[in-house]
């Protein structure tokens, strides 16, 4: 019989492909995975495993490059983000439908954060894309989705690794995937993680938002010490330092029986283009960890 997991994916933005490779390696060292929670990435990862798409999803990733990723995004360059990211969830859809989260095969939960009450949200039933997209909605990045006076905004804001909203069996172990550690990275970043390619598609467009800001916050535009500090790579940075810290607290009162761990460091929030080095990432992480746990059971 085989041992069945209840898997919790955190979040992280392109660092959450990694969920790929543990789910890849979980299932070759056959673990069954019989229940899953996730917020952000991990929401959406998890929410395709759970529909039983992950093939479809993973094969379009991987064939992704850097202009493609390009042109599936949709600025908006609004007060509420600069994202809408619909037009990525468009593209999904069109080889993985929607799903109700409660007829999926296995039970799933989405972490949201209500932001009008202050609170966190597990989604457990509904429209499995419609839970994605709130799920993933990064402040000030991703526009947040409106819903019955409601404001729903990125589930890490309040609970990174939701290793406390994931349903469980008699018997199943807990494993948790971080892949907001704090532990060192061994392999240097190629890119920097501020989208700086992003500004050369554009032909300045983010430099023009740029501008915007110094308009709205005039009295910090010529000071040095904001100097060489882009826009993305202040918020990949602080939302990192945020995320890693709620986690490693979440981890410590709701411990796993296993933590597989990507550094911080490894890779930008917006690198989806480097998907296949991602994925592999995240499958040596989960075969360190599980070759850990196996030793400490014997």
């Not at 493609?68 to 949709?74: E, H, K, S, W």
């Not at 799903?99 to 999926?104: F, G, P, R, V």
């Given at each position: 019989?085989?041992?069945?997991?209840?898997?919790?994916?955190?979040?992280?933005?392109?660092?959450?492909?990694?969920?790929?490779?543990?789910?890849?390696e979980?299932?070759?060292?056959?673990?069954e995975?019989?229940?899953?929670?996730?917020?952000?990435?991990?929401a959406?990862?998890g929410?395709?495993?759970?529909?039983?798409?992950?093939?479809?999803?993973?094969?379009?990733?991987?064939?992704?490059?850097k202009?493609?990723?390009?042109?599936?995004?949709?600025f908006?360059?609004?007060?509420?983000?600069?994202?809408?990211?619909?037009?990525?969830?468009?593209?999904?859809k069109?080889?993985?439908?929607d799903?109700?989260?409660?007829?999926?095969p296995?039970?799933?939960?989405?972490?949201?954060?209500?932001?009008?009450?202050?609170?966190?949200?597990?989604?457990?039933?509904?429209?499995?894309?419609?839970?994605?997209?709130?799920s993933?909605?990064?402040?000030?990045?991703?526009?947040?989705?409106?819903?019955?006076?409601?404001?729903?905004?990125?589930?890490?804001?309040?609970?990174?690794?939701?290793?406390?909203?994931?349903?469980?069996?008699?018997?199943?172990?807990?494993?948790?995937?971080?892949?907001?550690?704090?532990?060192?990275?061994?392999?240097?970043?190629?890119?920097?993680?501020?989208?700086?390619?992003?500004?050369?598609?554009?032909?300045?467009?983010?430099?023009?938002f740029?501008?915007?800001l110094t308009?709205?916050?005039?009295?910090h535009?010529?000071?040095?010490e904001?100097?060489?500090?882009?826009y993305?790579?202040?918020?990949?940075?602080?939302?990192?330092?945020?995320?890693?810290?709620?986690?490693?607290?979440t981890?410590?009162?709701?411990?796993?029986?296993?933590?597989?761990?990507?550094?911080?460091?490894?890779?930008?929030?917006?690198?989806?283009?480097?998907?296949?080095?991602?994925?592999?990432?995240?499958?040596?992480?989960?075969?360190?960890?599980?070759?850990?746990?196996?030793?400490?059971?014997?």
């Open positions: 019989m085989k041992q069945k997991v209840a898997l919790v994916l955190g979040s992280g933005g392109a660092r959450g492909t990694a969920h790929i490779g543990v789910i890849r979980l299932e070759k060292q056959g673990y995975i019989s229940s899953i929670s996730g917020t952000s990435m991990g959406l990862v929410g395709i495993y759970a529909a039983g798409k992950l093939d479809e999803y993973e094969s379009w990733l991987r064939s992704l490059s202009m493609d990723i390009f042109n599936l995004v949709d908006t360059l609004s007060t509420n983000g600069i994202i809408k990211a619909d037009k990525v969830l468009r593209e999904i069109k080889f993985i439908p799903h109700k989260i409660e007829e999926l296995i039970n799933y939960a989405a972490v949201v954060t209500d932001l009008k009450q202050k609170k966190e949200v597990v989604i457990t039933e509904g429209s499995l894309f419609g839970a994605i997209r709130a993933i909605s990064i402040p000030f990045v991703i526009t947040p989705v409106l819903k019955n006076d409601t404001v729903f905004v990125d589930g890490g804001v309040l609970n990174p690794v939701p290793t406390n909203r994931v349903a469980r069996q008699k018997d199943d172990i807990l494993i948790a995937v971080d892949v907001n550690s704090r532990i060192p990275n061994h392999k240097p970043i190629i890119d920097n993680p501020d989208l700086g390619y992003f500004e050369k598609l554009t032909n300045g467009k983010l430099r023009d740029q501008k915007r308009r709205l916050f005039p009295a535009a010529n000071k040095k904001n100097a060489g500090v882009g993305f790579h202040l918020i990949s940075e602080t939302s990192s330092l945020m995320l890693s810290q709620i986690s490693k607290l981890l410590e009162i709701c411990p796993p029986d296993i933590l597989i761990a990507v550094s911080r460091q490894s890779y930008g929030t917006f690198d989806f283009y480097r998907a296949e080095e991602i994925i592999e990432t995240g499958r040596n992480a989960a075969i360190e960890a599980i070759n850990k746990y196996k030793k400490q059971k014997k």
